[in-house]
């Protein structure tokens, strides 16, 4: 039975997969997104209705073969021949449609491209095949793209489930995809100045044609005026074989003149046409390239500052397209022109006519003015967390400053900081905003300028620094943390020598202000939420208050890789929710569905802390970065495990094994767990959490080289495998420094663990000294597990120094000397509260 159901639905499968991959290209467009829809509507206009294409969609993908070559002339007779089918296929199914209310002006739309395919095509119908051509291979890429940008997104979202070593291949595909975008894009820019060039021709041949014509109109009022001088003179055999021959003469001039004015007709509507359809291609390409690739690289921007690996698509090459964009868009706008003075210098309207060339000619002025304003952009963000009085850079480019010339006269660029409301008014077009802002920064003017060798119109701000702030009212629990500022960016652009004048300006990523270094975790806190979850479009800065487990953890993931050079494991993510989620004592297992709030984030303490979730991961990561770098990328860091996790792993160990966890209780405390035996039996022992404080006076790889009875790091890796490249040795017969004096090394150690596991003492070559300064205290312990002293019991072991004075020489003694202490007094070295009273 169960093999009969699994044959049964691959039958299905299968006939599905077939079913989707005989969907006719037209059926695939019209479930495409609707910008994507935008781009194939572009395509289509009066030259060939997209009503035509919707209507014959099966009968043109099948007869538009592949290796039909428009551009040869030897095709002319097959292109009548299609021409002619397709208008009978169309007769056909404007003939067989009802004449009810919804299909009356889709059949009367028929009809009249029929009779404009007959009019206008009639005389070239490999243009008109051309067309059709053209159309079939914008929707074919335009379907392609979006397919493949759907199965990037799709291979986004399952990133974080790829295992490490499937990373190399997908980064390889991803290339790969990245370079096929860039081969694509260059060929539609190639097809496009093909057309552009081929444009620039017919508006000199229809030049030409309108000069031929100019001359034999000429040469007509000439006849014209000796027919009439003739009609004043006697009617003489002579006059009349004159008047005759120039009549003769006037009748060929006039046939002439009527095929000029016909073709010159024809070629304007041509030209026309053509404009029209480059000009539309042309804002297809352009939407593409700024409201995807040059968005996706600004989003890429934006998670850089999250720590994500690099920014992938080359910003250089997104300039090749915008100035290859601007010339193209520039080109035909002059081509637009120029087509208006030709028609103005020789006035053939026809009834009936439409001039779409003004309407050509805003559009191009559009397309130009969103080009720039869109290309000038921030190539290097300033700091999103900013402290007042400390120096910062940025640089701002504009992409299409080389071809436009935009650098003959270099732009002046202001920055100034602005607030949320006032980003937000900006927007809305409130020009009174751009004079305000929030507060003075210095050296905040620059010129653009033009490097030739990259051709690259930038200015870089290396010196501005932020003397003041003005913040608004705070409301319930915000803070200064919480609050988010940006740099405008400010200039002004002229085109075509003064022709058009272009006001732009860029908003940087959101900026939190600080005046303080303590106020740094909080106003991370808020700079990563931010990068990672701010939506396009959005109005400044708006974010969700709450998001999905899944998605904080790739946020997490993501910083801590670059923070730290080693990415988080499952576990890991799996702890850190535990935590966010304050789930200690559930069963939940899968967090990814759940919905985290930015209070539980960063504003709520977690239970029994005074401390929120994101102050114990940052400082988690900080003591990494700064200290653990080496051994965490290593892997010999675990990190994430609860304190009773710990025990239940290395109990079942061999004496001296050990491990090293990040403390619950201790901001950016690490702390040592260890399996051993002091004496009365075995058990685990955790060492007070060392701080980065500790690690600054004396290694992670050097504390546990002191600690010669860690002998294993759990599982089963010898302690000098994993760390010994971390060590620092002593030297013997140190010399004395410049100013003469001897430097003291600190080593650890824990009072009653002198021994090793096989017994052995722990430091057989260091003085025991029962005068040791004790390790810094800690702050927050927890539950009681082992008593370390006297006093104060707690479940940490305190850490003593020792000072081993290297090189120095000490007085010989006879080691079998009797020790007298009958004098010694031990009660002066008692505590006082252990002295009787």
Request: hydrophobic share 35%.
């Amino acid at each position: 039975m169960c093999a009969s159901d699994s044959a049964g639905g691959s039958s299905k499968r299968s006939t599905v997969s077939e079913e989707a991959a005989a969907m006719s290209l037209w059926a695939k467009a019209q479930h495409l997104g609707e910008e994507a829809l935008q781009q194939v509507r572009a395509a289509y206009g009066d030259h060939f209705p997209i009503e035509v294409r919707h209507f014959l969609a099966g009968w043109l993908e099948e007869k538009m073969w592949p290796d039909f070559d428009p551009e040869n002339p030897s095709y002319e007779h097959y292109a009548a021949e299609l021409v002619q089918a397709m208008i009978n296929e169309l007769e056909n199914k404007a003939s067989t449609m009802a004449n009810t209310d919804e299909l009356f002006l889709v059949k009367m739309k028929l009809n009249d491209s029929i009779t404009m395919f007959k009019t206008r095509y009639a005389n070239n119908n490999l243009a008109l095949v051309r067309i059709i051509k053209h159309c079939l291979s914008s929707d074919l890429k335009i379907v392609q793209q979006y397919e493949s940008a759907s199965a990037s997104r799709m291979m986004e979202h399952q990133q974080q489930i790829i295992q490490p070593q499937q990373q190399p291949q997908m980064m390889h595909n991803l290339g790969s995809a990245l370079e096929a975008t860039n081969a694509e894009i260059t060929t539609q820019i190639e097809y496009l100045r093909s057309r552009t060039q081929k444009t620039a021709e017919d508006c000199r041949h229809i030049e030409q044609q309108q000069e031929s014509f100019a001359i034999k109109y000429h040469e007509c009022t000439k006849v014209n005026a000796q027919l009439q001088h003739l009609a004043t003179q006697p009617r003489t055999p002579i006059n009349l074989a004159a008047e005759a021959k120039w009549k003769q003469q006037k009748e060929l001039l006039e046939n002439m003149l009527s095929q000029f004015v016909a073709s010159v007709l024809q070629m304007r509507l041509q030209l026309s046409d053509q404009l029209k359809e480059t000009i539309s291609l042309l804002n297809a390409l352009q939407m593409r390239v700024l409201d995807e690739e040059l968005i996706h690289w600004k989003r890429e921007q934006q998670l850089a500052g999250n720590g994500a690996s690099h920014v992938q698509t080359n910003l250089d090459s997104i300039q090749d397209w915008c100035d290859a964009l601007a010339e193209l868009v520039w080109t035909n706008r002059q081509q637009v022109k120029e087509a208006e003075r030709l028609a103005a210098k020789l006035a053939l309207e026809p009834p009936g006519f439409v001039n779409i060339l003004p309407n050509l000619l805003n559009q191009a002025t559009q397309m130009l003015s969103s080009l720039v304003t869109s290309t000038f952009i921030i190539e290097k963000q300033p700091p999103q967390v900013m402290k007042t009085n400390t120096r910062f850079s940025s640089t701002v480019r504009l992409l299409v400053g080389g071809k436009l010339n935009v650098h003959m006269n270099p732009p002046q660029v202001k920055v100034s900081i602005i607030s949320e409301s006032q980003a937000n008014s900006l927007l809305k077009n409130d020009k009174n905003v751009k004079g305000d802002s929030s507060g003075e920064i210095l050296n905040n003017t620059g010129s653009m300028e033009y490097h030739q060798a990259t051709r690259q119109l930038s200015v870089s701000f290396r010196n501005m620094q932020l003397k003041k702030i003005k913040r608004a009212e705070k409301k319930g629990t915000e803070s200064v943390m919480d609050e988010k500022f940006a740099l405008l960016f400010q200039s002004q652009f002229n085109v075509g020598g003064g022709e058009l004048v272009f006001q732009v300006w860029t908003l940087s990523l959101p900026v939190v202000v600080i005046v303080h270094g303590n106020q740094e975790p909080h106003a991370w806190a808020t700079v990563t939420w931010d990068n990672a979850f701010a939506e396009a479009g959005r109005p400044p800065f708006t974010v969700p208050e709450k998001v999905p487990w899944h998605a904080v953890a790739e946020a997490l993931n993501m910083k801590f890789k670059s923070s730290t050079g080693r990415a988080l494991t499952e576990d890991n993510l799996r702890f850190l929710g535990e935590k966010a989620f304050r789930a200690g004592n559930s069963n939940i297992q899968d967090y990814s569905s759940m919905l985290l709030t930015w209070a539980q984030f960063c504003k709520e303490p977690l239970q029994e802390r005074n401390f929120t979730f994101w102050e114990w991961f940052y400082s988690v990561m900080k003591v990494t970065r700064e200290h653990l770098r080496g051994p965490w990328t290593d892997g010999s860091i675990l990190g994430f495990v609860r304190k009773k996790q710990a025990e239940e792993m290395i109990s079942s160990c061999p004496l001296g094994t050990f491990l090293l966890r990040f403390s619950d209780s201790e901001l950016g405390g690490v702390v040592i767990a260890w399996y051993g035996n002091q004496g009365n039996g075995p058990a685990v022992s955790m060492l007070h959490p060392f701080t980065s404080k500790d690690f600054s006076i004396r290694s992670l790889g050097d504390r546990l080289s002191d600690l010669q009875y860690l002998t294993t790091l759990y599982p089963d890796t010898p302690k000098d495998n994993a760390f010994s490249k971390y060590y620092n040795p002593f030297r013997d017969n140190q010399p004395p420094q410049k100013n003469g004096y001897v430097m003291p090394v600190l080593v650890t150690h824990v009072p009653g663990w002198d021994r090793l596991p096989n017994g052995m003492p722990s430091y057989p070559s260091t003085p025991q000294n029962m005068f040791q300064p004790q390790s810094p205290e800690g702050s927050v312990r927890d539950t009681p597990s082992v008593v370390s002293g006297v006093e104060n019991p707690a479940s940490y072991l305190s850490a003593e120094y020792e000072y081993d004075y290297m090189g120095q020489d000490l007085p010989a003694m006879d080691e079998n000397a009797p020790i007298d202490l009958n004098s010694f007094n031990f009660s002066d070295f008692m505590p006082q509260n252990y002295k009787q009273e």
